[in-house]
């Protein structure tokens, strides 16, 4: 299982630390990406990273340049800075098996999501 930790409520530029922590499976074979949900839109990957260590990692054109996604050993972090109130929403952690340098694909269903932290940015 996957568990979360981090969320919060922020002013706008503020910043927040997302942490993610497998639990029951080692994550290194696992590709790992970060979604979040908006109120009244869909969920959407924001941020991906291969399984290989120099592999690709990925961000959404809306978070590039504030967001940083990384992982060492069992865990996965999100580090958000500059959060504006479109950054409003739940975040998921997920994992999917998926070996080589490669994100996983946007339409993989993932294998393993955390619970979900509210991240909440005022204007």
């Known amino acids: 299982q996957l568990m979360e930790s981090g969320g919060g409520a922020v002013q706008a530029g503020g910043a927040l630390k997302l942490s993610c922590a497998a639990s029951?499976?080692?994550?290194?074979?696992?590709?790992i990406g970060w979604f979040r949900e908006a109120p009244g839109k869909e969920r959407e990957r924001v941020s991906c990273?291969?399984?290989?260590?120099?592999?690709a990692i990925e961000y959404a054109d809306s978070v590039k340049g504030r967001f940083t996604i990384s992982r060492h050993t069992d865990a996965m972090f999100l580090e958000m800075n500059n959060l504006q109130a479109e950054d409003t929403g739940v975040y998921y952690c997920?994992?999917?098996?998926?070996?080589?340098?490669?994100?996983?694909?946007?339409?993989?269903?993932?294998?393993?999501w955390g619970q979900g932290t509210q991240v909440a940015v005022s204007s």
């Open positions: 990273m291969s399984s290989s260590p120099d592999g």
């Open positions: 997920a994992a999917t098996y998926y070996e080589g340098r490669d994100c996983a694909p946007p339409w993989r269903v993932y294998d393993y």
């Open positions: 029951g499976f080692p994550l290194h074979p696992y590709a």
